[in-house]
């Protein structure tokens, strides 16, 4: 008897903690101070990283290459009839003679891994880390060395996107099913989007909008579309914004 | 029921106390990863509620995915050096009686290909270094996850003192975190003290 009730103390416990984490997560963060008026600046549209797959019964992600290459047709569709209702003027980056494709890469890469950590660390208030606490600023950057690529010469910001999808596996859908009814908490899926701008002169993250649970089917083109709005909402400069906070 | 959900708030409350992360402020800090290491960072860092095995203390600035230091305070013979997430597929190298320091810079090598998924990791560099008087060994290296396909670089300096694995690792992006804190990290590991 003492044992159920500690056992149900405990799932109730695991429950309240959760949800305490999920009510709380933040979803968009800019550094203080930064704005943009539509029209004033020129921003590159970098070549989002795409990863879809699935999530095995363990929870482990394995890649699926059809669905990552409907998911970059469909998001790079939508992205294309998205960014020139973004108040700015918005290139897509395009490789060059620079030779710096590399390290272009390498960058996408690391601002998802940046976006991650801001997720991780600022979004869950309760995971903040005590030395970045004390200003409760917004301070996460790239570093300054992408301001000397010759490939993004012209450009104020770079726009940056990633996306990651794990579908829950048949048998991870049976796992949670089961689990639910043990009382147990088993997620299925997931699915983790960002969208972020770096100055290229300082190569700080000015804005960010990240989310670990995105709305939207990539393998569709609804769903990619649906999923281009969710990560651009609250763009900085966006025409209808702008004029709605200023009707406020 | 009413015991029990009194219960779950304790637990709750005890839990979101136990996952804060903690601030390591400047002097000296002893029991890291529960051991005898002990280091005087002469700047602050922070240490992650989240460890990933018995003997394994996690120090970042800005998130473990962009700065690391990995205390793993003496792991004994026969054991991981991380937590196994899957012994059964992808069982971890252990600690052995028999390892030589040229075996530490390897160990961690097949330990992060098994649990990182890491397709690409390279020993760069490593010579005789002493941890605390200990004859030991201090290398370079860099890897990419299968996860996030960031190039990282690393660093590390460890020694088999008293039949167990001391070793203290710094990880990070090889752009701009990399080079951004090594100097705060070679500082740190000239404090180590066993």
């Known amino acids: 008897m003492q044992f159920n009730t500690v056992l149900r103390a405990s799932l109730l416990a695991c429950g309240l903690c959760a949800s305490t984490m999920a009510i709380g997560q933040e979803k968009t963060g800019n550094k203080e101070g930064f704005s943009l008026a539509p029209g004033t600046v020129r921003i590159m549209l970098m070549r989002p990283v795409i990863q879809v797959g699935e999530q095995s019964t363990g929870g482990m992600y394995e890649p699926n290459a059809d669905w990552t290459t409907q998911a970059r047709e469909n998001i790079a569709a939508s992205l294309h009839d998205a960014q020139s209702k973004l108040g700015n003027q918005i290139t897509s980056y395009a490789e060059t003679a620079s030779g710096e494709e590399p390290v272009i890469t390498q960058y996408s890469h690391l601002f998802g891994t940046v976006a991650d950590s801001v997720i991780e660390y600022q979004f869950f208030p309760g995971n903040r880390l005590p030395t970045k606490k004390r200003d409760k600023g917004f301070d996460w950057a790239v570093g300054p060395g992408i301001a000397s690529l010759k490939s993004l010469e012209g450009a104020d910001y770079a726009l940056f996107i990633t996306t990651r999808d794990e579908f829950g596996s048949t048998g991870r859908k049976v796992l949670q099913i089961f689990a639910a009814m043990g009382g147990v908490s088993v997620t299925s899926g997931v699915h983790t989007g960002h969208a972020g701008l770096i100055d290229l002169k300082t190569g700080e993250l000015v804005w960010l909008n990240a989310d670990r649970q995105m709305g939207g089917d990539v393998r569709t083109p609804e769903g990619a579309q649906k999923r281009v709005k969710q990560l651009l909402e609250g763009f900085p400069g966006k025409p209808v914004e702008t004029a709605a906070l200023a009707g406020k | ?194």
């Not at chain 2, 990182?116 to 010579?127: A, W």
């Not at chain 2, 710094?170 to 590991?189: G, Q, T, W």
């Open chain 2, 1 to 194: 029921m009413r015991y029990a959900f009194m219960i779950a708030v304790i637990v709750g409350a005890s839990s979101s106390a136990c996952l804060a992360n903690a601030l390591i402020s400047p002097g000296p800090h002893a029991a890291i990863a529960q051991s005898r290491l002990s280091a005087t960072p002469d700047g602050q860092w922070n240490r992650l509620s989240r460890r990933d095995g018995k003997n394994v203390e996690l120090w970042t600035l800005d998130g473990d995915s962009l700065n690391k230091v990995t205390f793993f305070g003496g792991i004994p013979v026969g054991k991981p050096l991380l937590r196994e997430i899957d012994k059964k597929n992808r069982p971890l190298p252990k600690v052995m009686s028999n390892m030589l320091i040229t075996d530490i810079p390897a160990l961690l090598e097949s330990t992060y290909r098994s649990q990182f998924s890491v397709n690409q990791i390279q020993i760069e560099t490593q010579e005789p270094a002493l941890l605390d008087g200990n004859k030991g060994i201090r290398f370079t290296y860099a890897f990419t996850r299968a996860d996030d396909e960031v190039l990282r670089k690393g660093e590390g300096i460890g020694a088999m003192v008293g039949g167990q694995l001391y070793l203290v690792t710094y990880e990070a992006p090889s752009l701009y975190f990399f080079e951004k804190d090594l100097e705060k990290f070679h500082k740190l590991i000239t404090t180590l003290k066993l």
